[in-house]
């Protein structure tokens, strides 16, 4: 069984930094994008960061040049550094990961975790 496991969420005031960490466990192939997502109440959910195996990393406009996204291939762990964080990055933060399960070696399945918390007060 694979699992996402999120770590490092909580409460910062504004201006603050937040690291965030995820973790993949179990039967697991390879492992392609990782990714952070976040969904604020009443909004929908959205892309904050993704990278790939490769290193090639992508940003949602609203984070450019305040988060940095990074992963350890080896410990397949993916990070999310958040600094100069503002109110309006409070939100659920969930990590996201496209997988090839060792059980299913030709199918690539994404993967959710069930999210931590961050909240940056004004």
């Known amino acids: 069984q694979v699992q996402l496991v999120e770590s490092g969420g909580g409460l910062v005031q504004a201006g603050g930094s937040l690291g965030l960490s995820c973790a993949a466990s179990g039967s697991i192939l390879s492992i392609n994008r990782m990714a952070w997502y976040r969904q604020a109440p009443g909004k929908q959910r959205e892309l904050v960061a993704g990278?790939?195996?490769?290193?090639?990393?992508d940003y949602a406009d609203s984070v450019k040049g305040r988060f940095t996204i990074s992963r350890d291939n080896a410990k397949r762990t993916v990070f999310l550094q958040m600094n100069s964080l503002k109110p309006e990055d409070t939100a659920v933060y969930y990590c996201n990961a496209d997988i090839r399960p060792i059980m299913t070696p030709s199918l690539w399945v994404a993967y959710w975790g069930r999210g931590t918390q961050v909240t940056v007060s004004s």
């Open positions: 990278t790939t195996m490769s290193g090639s990393k």
